[in-house]
């Protein structure tokens, strides 16, 4: 019974993200805030790993200045494995679920709700 919706961008949220304009593969709002959400999974490593790590850095960073909002990001998949320093890094900037760990997002969501 969590309510959300898919592909929504951060001019709809009348989110400011500077030269930014990002489309989240998921908004979920409760009465406090408003989750914004990505998702990937990854089979293999490479480049793109680092670079994707990296942007959800930066736009963690600005989401978390604004009020009312958090970036959540779920990621799995073994491409991660060589990778893992890139998503360390993120770990201290962004809240990260992979698909074993989502169950203690979506058990707070339902806390919120009630």
Known sequence: ????????????????????????????????????????????????????ARSYIEISEKISCINGFEFIWITDGQGWLSSKNKLEQAYKSVRIYNLATLHSFISGLKKCLK
């Open 1 to 52: 019974n969590i309510c959300f919706q898919t592909e929504v961008s951060s001019n709809e949220l009348g989110l400011n993200l500077g030269s930014d304009q990002k489309v989240f593969d998921f908004v979920v709002k409760t009465a406090n805030k408003t989750y914004l959400i990505e998702t990937n999974f990854y089979s293999v490593g490479g480049s793109k790993l680092n670079e994707v």
